[in-house]
């Protein structure tokens, strides 16, 4: 009798979503109908086969979305040109039953086995040799054997899959990246590069200064690998042309897809960031504003603290990144579930933290919130990251929770979705300055993702929202401050416009090291800091390692155990900057730590060394406020994140990111509480729960 209604059932949601589905309008990114909650699915790893029993599980949480097929190439082809990808029609027909959407992904980015046999050459080559058969990612994309069978799975999927009415976007392979790739294939075609570069070899020896240690190249033939080379400026070379590997590959699969897809479908990539106790720095591997170009949508996947550790920054952190890739619009393709537990142990969250996590994505601009994913997996290597379901694949309080946050989204939807930004900071961000920072350490207590990271959650805790600015970005006017992390590496054209930027009215906070070094990470014969002395009004010859420093009479006022700097020291010395910190020491106590210069309209401040945490927050408020950036009263763990939804209001989302109760009187002008749909006058303090979230628009 179940299975009775339950057929009755499919029948009837399959006819009438049917006889509309092929009326929808053109996918226009940024301008989306609904907000997107999702899951996830993998029919392929079941031990049952239950796909009615889940498609009805996900009808009844409130589910509207399902991604799936991104990773079961083997299932799909067991065989060499052995196809069995009719089985995904079957997934298809009963999620479209079932009123869900369903996101298709490339089944690329783990290989089968059999075509690891028949050609062994695909498993990539890295410094430590080849990579045996078993794990994801361990192929070399751009191998012309993984991409003939890689081209051929790929239209089969897209042949079988495109035009079904279920299906409303594509994602590209999955968490793309080079993979440390070096062997010989990635060999010859960095040759290739350099020649098309360089002409000559001694215009690459020049350049990289590759006469030390007779590393000279004279012909293009003795081209060694670079698999042992001492040369950072080689290496950091080598670095940009595998992330180049990696924009052209992403490209290349959007190109298949585009030949397939409906104009109102999509194509996105899940980008993932470097792991830093959860996803939470800069990849070095893949260029992501380049490679997001290709893309009609920016996708990200997103792990974060959870339990005692939900602060919503790494949220942040990422919906940030994401939303800067395309300035637009953005999907959250994966974020936890329940818990992971294993080399990345997180906390199962607590009750109420699905529903805060699911509007903290929202606050910052995404569109979509997928959870990886409907199932706890029953044996491999992800067991115990649990998805939505656990093992017994019964409902559990997160599911229930997840229930009760996709019925206030299905209310809210046309309030949230669309939400637009306008923020007037950006953090300066240069992959070439990352992987040569790599090269040419500081430290080893701090890189320079540690630097990005510190500046963001400092701007973030203090509730001042910014945009991440990639470094080929050519128009910067929009922002009033921008926060450079150490630019060791830049161009005179890319030092040039940052100093255009400052003297139009600009506002740049510089960290150390910055414009030590051209392009191609060659140090500069001038003193430093080379093309940024003028702008920044000092020069300095010297620097030094150090533990650490006091500075002369505590001008930060933030009190003895505050008042130092660690890590680095350049010793500058002004020329026509203001000083805002020396050194207290006896041999450098002449030269300037921190300083300050006008130049043209605009404002430029140098840190030549790493402040302690109140003088580095110090330092970021005053550039905030002299900017002219309006920032509220509030800060941490009260977190207010602003925007223009699509119906062209003006939201204020204010979380509380911690176990106390709290009040805040900032956001409350006269507005409305989306979620209770209380009014406030602006005269009354705005009540936060535990771990809570308001959602107020203005009235």
Known sequence: MVQLL????????????????????????????????GVAYYYEYLPTDRLLEDAAMMKDCGINVVRIGESTWAYQEPQDGVFKTDYLTRILDTLHAYGLKVIIGTPTYAIPSWLAKKHPDILLTNKNGQRPYGARQIMDISNPAFRFHAERIIRRQMGTTARHPAVI??????????????????????????????????????????????NSVFDWADMPSTIGTINGSLRNEFEKFRRLLVTEYLAWQVDIVNEYKQPHQFVTQNFDMDWRSGSYAIQASVDHFEAARAMDIAGIDIYHG?????????????????????????????????????????????????????????????????????HSIHNSAETYWKGLLSHDMEPNPTYLEAKEVAAELEELSPALVNLKKDNEVAIYFSNEALTSLKEFAFSKQMDYNDIVRNWYETLYKMNVEADFADHTVDDLSRYKLLLVPPLYTASDAELEKLNAYVENGGHILYGFKSGFTDEHVQVHMERQPAMLRETLGFSYQQFTGIDRLPLKNDPFGVGEAENYVSIWAELLTPEGAEVL??????????????????YGKGQATYIGAWPYPAIMQKLIADAVDEAGVERPNTHFPVIIRKGVNGQGAVLHYVFNYSPEPQTTAEAVMRSTDLLTGKKYNGQTLL???????????ED
């Open 6 to 37: 339950r057929l009755s059932l499919f029948l009837m949601l399959f006819s009438a979503v049917s006889a509309s589905v092929w009326a929808q309008p053109a996918f226009t990114p940024g301008k989306m109908d609904e907000i997107l909650y």
């Open 169 to 214: 976007g594509f994602q590209v392979d999955n968490e793309t990246k080079h993979y440390g790739a070096e062997g010989a294939n990635v060999q010859a075609q960095f040759v290739a590069y350099l020649k098309a570069k360089f002409g000559e070899p001694e215009a690459m020896n020049k350049a990289f200064g590759l006469h030390y240690w007779s």
């Open 306 to 374: 959870t339990g005692d550790r939900l602060d919503g920054v790494m949220i942040a952190f990422g919906g940030d990144l994401a939303r800067s890739m395309k300035q637009d619009n953005y999907l959250v393709m994966e974020t936890s579930a329940q818990s992971i537990l294993g080399p990345s142990n997180q906390e199962l969250l607590y009750p109420g933290q699905l529903r805060t996590q699911a509007y903290s994505h929202l606050a910052n601009g995404a569109n979509a919130v997928m959870y990886w994913h409907w």
């Open 581 to 598: 910190g020396r050194y207290d020491h006896p041999h450098w106590g002449r030269y300037a730590c921190i300083t300050q210069n006008r």
């Open 687 to 697: 009540p936060l729960e535990p771990w809570g979230v308001a959602i107020l628009r």
